[in-house]
């Protein structure tokens, strides 16, 4: 590659071919990434979550589920990663809004953070981060039947630790 | 339950217990559903996939695949999901932005369109929003190491048609 | 096969080799099934369940979508089973005794019953019995800490009604 | 936890909710778990199998594999199951009781065996469990057209060994 | 497209991009195909099948199972495969040459054929295709400790009927 | 076994019984296998490949993403194959043959090349030979609308090195 040729993807060779890199060179470490994800929701979607916990439903309690399940099918659905043995998940739901009574039309957000730990030679990036949308996508299937505009707002990694590539944290 | 009480979840039974929703009385009808996952990308990782389509590595080409993959792999993901025998996929990726190239710090965004038919008892919206979530993460995971900080920044469904609860289209 | 042959299963040809049956000329109806499986727990592992139920960790919760995502599972585990599009699943749990607080040792037991509805070519027996299983062998895992000499006392069909073979109840 | 708290499951945090236990501090070691399933049916059904052996078809062959591939399944079937590399897997079948020829109606009972190894940082206990569950739902599959009303009548832990919670072997 | 391009697949839509092919306007009939896979071995690998048959481990039972549980898997594998009800699988072993003891080095080939039933809105070859392949491969892993050097010569579409696209037989 | 026995296969018990092979006690070491598997066509299909990569539609590219896929699901497969965590994989099409324009009736032959790479107890062959397979299964179902009589022509291992069996190159 060139000097002035934009960086590229290491998931395709130098013949713009795909590939799953080789990692048998690269030392078996601890890591761990944390991604979240977020749901925009409307007040009524929103109090049936909060029933929920009172015993109408456990929303969270399935998308929690549907999320560490989630871990385990990464590798079947982003094509050019590894295989990983996920070794812990930690799955965080918490309210980035607090319903206005007052103000019915006024959306609320549920924040999803997923904690995945490996000791592996790649990183878990992917796995928290499809766990996480899987969480969200979870919460909308539960509760299209009260909003079906509910959108999914902001899924990104919230930090990473171990491995090459070193530490990662937003700013 | 009661008149005021909100309305829930058809996820749950009456004692809040989850179940997989009984359709056998449903019919068997056409449906439709268009769902859309939006990437926000630092200007190199957007060069990376405008380069792929010139013989750099075809990062949309994976994508396009991983969505409609993943919409073989919905029921497996959603819990309470029947499984659906999908029927075609199509999968459309549009620059909502166009970089600056006198900017190298704006953002670009990317969208994926995914659209799902099937001819069955219940709808495609969460195989549609899936698969639209897969692109998405595939796009995230090719080009992470240029940029670790994207962000999907909006998944949602645009319309769906046919079934008992009507038809929507996002305003 | 003459006639003082042994009756012989329906998975195996002539020749005596393992086939899927072929189906093709089979009504598609309407089907319903009816499964349980019991655990026979020591009182302390009792004691956690109930506790769960009072957010210690709800347990029954998990096996319940455990034994649901089960029958989406069962044409994988059984070899020779038709995959069917599961249609509808309602899972019930059930304490056959209740613990005597002056007896510690004394046993208790809980049953999982799974009811399974399709409109299909063959029946949804195995998807029942699969996911009763599935719920006590997820009772036993997240419990073995309490009492790893839990045993799965009874795994069986109570009923099923659908098909050319005709309803079954358990007398 | 208060001394008076009921022992809980460590497949739950402390406040209650479900996670994949971190196993990142556990050591790799050498680990082997022994479960078994027994299934109860009538005569003819175990004339079948019988006759299966002598070439009318070979129901214990199917079930060994089903039982052999379903080691590779646990993780996916049990929500907080760690996916662990199966590195040996034995099936064993064994006739509990020898038919009675001049009493066709007293039922025969088949026990399968499973034996499961791996060198991992947990173990195999619901790898066994699970194999020999799915074991005794092929022999189910296979016969029910021969004996609909056959019950599986005990699925438990034989041993285990290996790992920090001890061996464990039933008296 | 002009009249003179070449034929093209019907998995790319007219901007040359991979879709699942819409089939929902389709007709449902009923379809076979048929598919054969042959491996060359080695007269030690053949007589070990052989062996096999006479109770020192059974290859072509492990391999039938094999094939037909393949047929559950096609959509997974290929691509832009759409997910079939598979109804009804026959997997037939025949050697087509017979072994010269004379000669311990001539190869010995054996046929594995398939046929796979479904009524659905496309045809089944891929699954044929895919299982016939399966169980070839399963003859190789079984017997590559005899015979590494094996190879699997052809793997084809017999024949299929039923759908638009009209019947094939291989002259 | 007597002296006279033939050599069988290692995927039986002494009993004849299928077991999946205890490799606990086998060293983790670095392994490789290189597999191959070619494609027959007329001369059509080659064009239409040739053209895809003029962007008509990419059918390698789709094809080398199948099979790099292919490698994770060997294990689910081949019924006796330990789960392997798969390192590395590339896939290489190379033609055999070039088309003659003055004899559209000659067929040509593609060749796919897949090289997989582990750290591991057991070798990648099957790996190796599933994902060359499935790379020539995903290029006939994408070309079966322009040459349903394309055959699968040879797959065979090409080398392996690693591991205690010693290595392998085909002559």
């Not at 999803?112 to 919460?139: F, I, K, N, P």
């Not at 707002?153 to 590539?165: D, F, M, P, Q, V």
């Amino acid at each position: 590659m060139s000097r002035s040729d934009p960086p590229g993807s290491t998931h395709f060779n130098h013949a713009g071919q795909a590939h799953m890199v080789d990692v048998t060179g690269k030392p078996v470490t601890s890591r761990v990434a944390v991604a979240s994800s977020t749901v925009r929701m409307n007040p009524a979607a929103a109090a049936a979550i909060r029933a929920g916990s009172s015993r109408k439903g456990d929303v969270l309690g399935v998308a929690r589920l549907a999320a560490i399940s989630a871990t385990k099918w990464t590798s079947t659905l982003i094509p050019l990663c590894h295989a990983i043995p996920v070794e812990g998940v930690e799955v965080q739901f918490t309210w980035l809004s607090h319903g206005d009574p007052t103000s019915p039309a006024s959306p609320e957000t549920l924040q999803c953070e997923v904690t995945v730990r490996t000791t592996s030679r790649t990183g878990v990036e992917m796995e928290a981060l499809t766990a996480a949308s899987v969480a969200a996508l979870t919460v909308y299937d539960m509760l299209k039947s009260v909003d079906r505009a509910m959108e999914i707002t902001a899924t990104r990694l919230e930090s990473k630790s171990g491995g090459k590539s070193g530490d990662f944290s937003r700013a």
